[in-house]
């Protein structure tokens, strides 16, 4: 899972976000988790089921990208749902 947010005010941004995944030859979306109570999806997910190292890029309007490499995902998760990921976007300049 992807949880992304406004890396100044804290504010969710997984709504606007997208984004993929890698791992060699396999690529996958960033997807919406099952929206939250207010009807926002607080998460992104990708990978469900794979293990791997994935390099991870999420995008929104507005901030600059946002990557990780090398996230382990090991058998016992499920994919990406299995493993937690803090994307903290700056604003673009």
Request: aromatic share 4%; proline share 9%.
């Amino acid at each position: 899972m992807v949880q992304i947010s406004d890396a100044i005010t804290g504010a969710p941004l997984g709504a606007g976000a997208r984004g993929i995944i890698s791992d060699r030859g396999y690529v996958d979306s960033l997807r919406p988790q099952s929206p939250d109570a207010s009807g926002r999806a607080p998460a992104l997910v990708a990978g469900l089921g794979r293990p791997g190292t994935y390099d991870v890029t999420v995008v929104h309007p507005g901030y600059q990208t946002w990557q990780a490499s090398n996230v382990v995902v090991g058998t016992n998760a499920c994919g990406l749902a299995g493993t937690m990921l803090h994307a903290k976007l700056e604003p673009q300049p």
